[in-house]
């Protein structure tokens, strides 16, 4: 099965800690994205990357890291410098072309303790 | 900036009503835009793009309208059923700077009652 694949589901973090969140494709999408959802609030963009080796960021970055080393793969670092990190966080690919749609993994819900 | 607003916040309706969820953005040079619906604790599902050259689109119950110059759509949801209930997404892609990136809307969290 083609999708996006994302773990882990749950994830707790004490404070002061960076943390990984996986995120997978096996779409041969070009684009990858990163994105925050708070309670009763729309999706907001951290990070993206148009292709292998490059990345961009969102309107949210501060306190965030990325790599895309390889097509297939985005993970997202949640640094200790993001004062408020616990949120659900949801990866999305895209083909390439502005015109596609986007495609989402299922979420991680990061929780800080 | 684009700002996308969506109305109403929470809808319930009974089983088998027709509906309409709305959204509007505040600027037109858009890509295209999308519906997305999201159920508790999961990820977004795509349930139609419109083309910003297109007028509407439709798949199955669902129909979806685009008035780019007024900055208006609409996702109307015919004979509604309990399966229905989630939470519905409108996001916009822009031209310009941002390559196509989507900008989203708060959502409109749907009930439909047995």
């Known amino acids: 099965d083609g999708g996006i694949t994302q773990s882990p589901k749950y994830l707790f973090r004490k404070e002061g800690q960076n943390v990984t969140l996986s995120c997978e494709q096996n779409?041969?999408?070009?684009?990858m994205y990163w994105y925050r959802q708070d309670p009763g609030q729309g999706l907001r963009l951290i990070y993206y990357?148009?292709?292998?080796?490059?990345?961009q960021k969102g309107d949210i970055a501060e306190g965030y890291s990325v790599s895309r080393e390889k097509k297939e793969s985005f993970p997202l670092t949640v640094t200790s410098a993001q004062k408020n990190p616990t949120a659900f966080y949801l990866c999305?690919?895209?083909?390439?072309?502005?015109?596609?749609?986007?495609?989402f993994g299922p979420g991680t819900r990061l929780t800080v303790l | 900036k684009q700002e996308v607003t969506q109305i109403p916040a929470a809808l319930s309706v009974p089983e088998g009503e027709n509906l309409v969820l709305n959204c509007s953005f505040t600027?037109?040079?858009?890509?295209?835009l999308q519906w997305f619906r999201q159920d508790p604790g999961k990820g977004l599902t795509s349930l139609l793009l419109?083309?910003?050259?297109?007028r509407e689109q439709t798949s199955g119950r669902l129909n979806a309208s685009l008035d780019k110059s007024s900055g208006r759509s609409t996702l109307y949801i015919a004979a509604s059923q309990p399966g229905d209930s989630a939470t519905y997404l409108c996001?916009?892609?822009?031209?310009?700077?941002?390559?196509?990136?989507?900008?989203f809307g708060k959502g409109t969290k749907l009930s439909v009652k047995p």
């Open positions: 990357s148009q292709i292998v080796n490059d990345f």
């Open positions: 779409l041969n999408h070009d684009a």
């Open positions: 996001a916009v892609a822009n031209y310009g700077g941002s390559q196509g990136n989507l900008i």
């Open positions: 999305a690919s895209r083909k390439g072309i502005s015109t596609d749609t986007q495609y």
């Open positions: 419109i083309q910003s050259s297109q």
């Open positions: 600027d037109s040079a858009i890509y295209n």
